[in-house]
């Protein structure tokens, strides 16, 4: 049986070579701190409403790091307004929350009964998806379908743009290219996933839009087509 689910939409930023961090445990926004970005940062939020995302997905991990290692920016990011979510796949229950407004989780069905306890208690709405060591994506995005989503927005770190992309569940790619060259080999990149075993696996992409953007970035928007 197939599972319906949202169409779903990586829409990230990066440096020309892909990373979306400076080093590992660093803060992407330092990038638009320190005027690098080209406007990649506030272009790509732009973008949500341009590509009619009605829900924001993001991973614990990639909450975890700002909250650590924060940076603080003059000027508010633009925030989208067809959004009717910010989704957090939370598996491992680590997150201990503050902000509940428009806040919808997604975590394992056997997480930790104080975690549970804790979503409860704030009034925040959860998805329970799969058991074991990660969340089933499958089964959470058709959860999330039942609620009435159709267009995700991912923006998630390496390692939960990674899962989306082996299990074939991203359908457009959008990334705003920063007009930056980082390196490094242990730096997050937009999928951070196990290594192909076979060419054939690679998952092939249609370029739909290309054009510059901001202030010397260039947006490519791509269809997957396997």
Known sequence: MVLQKPDVIL?????????????PNRDVAEWTAEGLDGDAHEVTHQLYDELDCDGLISGSESLIVWSEHGVKLKE???????SKAYIVFDGRGRMNWYQQ??????????VSKDYIQQLEEKEIPYILAGTGPHIDLQ???HK???LGF???GLSGGGLINGAFLRQGLIDEISVVI???AIGGTKTPSLFDAEDLK??????????KTMKTVGEGSVWLHYKVKN
Not at 76 to 82: A, F, H, I, T
Not at 101 to 110: A, H, I, K, P, S
Not at 198 to 207: C, G, K, P, Q, V
Request: glycine share 4%; net charge negative.
């Open 198 to 207: 076979e060419l054939s696996d690679a998952t092939r992409i249609e370029l």
């Open 11 to 23: 829409n990230v930023f990066s440096s020309i070579d892909g990373k979306i961090t400076t080093a």
């Open 178 to 180: 920063a007009p930056l």
């Open 139 to 141: 089964v959470a995005l």
């Open 101 to 110: 407004e428009g806040l919808l989780v997604v975590t394992r069905e056997d």
């Open 150 to 152: 159709r267009k995700l």
């Open 76 to 82: 508010p990011v633009y925030e989208p307004k067809k």
């Open 144 to 146: 999330l379908h039942e």
